[in-house]
């Protein structure tokens, strides 16, 4: 952003642009960012850890990405002015090219992939413990318990990547009509524990417990914000759409389960 040649008239072509709605649509979708955490704390469950460094790297990691996607986002704006900004696929890599040259969008390449990669076997992890718990309480086949020479369900991993590898081929717009649908289940589980919590911690001590009523106002609020026809960020008709199949899905694996459940019992 300092080389010779950066505009800062073009970062002053945004300096007034200031959408509510632009910003609701991005806060909507907040929520399902917040599975990023729980890929944290899936992993921490199989490892040794300090508690206080644990929270301090935590909190360093998340201060550092805030740092990063600000300076891209200021890089791009110096770069490019406003009324240019439609005309590339990808504004960021553009005005880094255009200022850093060849050298400046390798380095940008490499912490992409970088990132992609991280988050990728990230998820991986997660999303591998996660079937796992559920197949363990019969919700999906035993067939996909077997482990492998490391002690990884390796069936599920496999499950995983055929999903994955199928979901690009039906557009950007489909995987953003999933991202909108997961949002709300985040919503509706962080309602969920926050509801419990207060619910517990009443019945313990008599007490209210004020992070968990902050906890269920900020779910009911995004919650609304999902679902209220004048809100910027009410869920397409697509998404809505995906969350009745995934309901009804639900529905059955859980009936099915309870069933499989009952007889084993027996």
């Known amino acids: 952003m300092s080389a010779d040649g950066v505009s800062y008239q073009n970062l002053h072509t945004y300096s007034f642009d200031f959408s509510l709605h632009s910003i609701f649509i991005v806060i909507a979708i907040s929520p399902w960012l917040f599975l990023g955490f729980d890929c944290g704390i899936q992993i921490v469950q199989d490892i040794k850890y300090n508690k206080n460094r644990f929270w301090i790297f935590t909190i360093i990691s998340i201060f550092i990405g805030f740092l990063l996607?600000?300076?891209m986002i200021c890089i791009t704006a110096f770069g490019i002015p406003k009324a240019e900004l439609s005309l590339y696929q990808?504004?960021?890599?553009?005005?880094?090219?255009r200022y850093f040259g060849v050298i400046g969008s390798i380095i940008l390449t490499f912490g992409i992939i970088g990132a992609i990669a991280s988050g990728i076997n990230g998820f991986f992890i997660t999303t591998n413990k996660v079937l796992y718990a559920i197949t363990l309480h019969h919700i999906l086949p035993r067939f996909f318990l077997k482990l492998n020479r490391h002690n990884i369900a390796h069936r599920i991993t496999i499950g995983i990547m055929l999903a994955s590898a199928i979901m690009p081929f039906f557009g950007r717009k489909a995987l953003l009509y999933v991202v909108d649908m997961a949002s709300i289940g985040i919503v509706i589980a962080f309602l969920y524990v926050n509801i419990i919590t207060f619910m517990l911690k009443y019945k313990e001590n008599h007490k209210y417990d004020i992070l968990a009523i902050i906890g269920i106002v900020i779910s009911i609020f995004f919650f609304l914000l999902l679902f209220l026809p004048f809100s910027p960020s009410v869920l397409k008709l697509p998404?809505?759409?995906?969350?009745?199949?995934?309901?009804?899905?639900?529905?059955?694996?859980?009936?099915?389960?309870?069933k499989t459940f009952v007889v084993h019992n027996d």
């Open 69 to 71: 996607y600000t300076m």
């Open 90 to 97: 990808w504004a960021t890599g553009e005005s880094v090219y």
């Open 239 to 258: 998404s809505i759409i995906a969350l009745v199949i995934w309901i009804f899905l639900g529905i059955v694996f859980y009936y099915s389960s309870t």
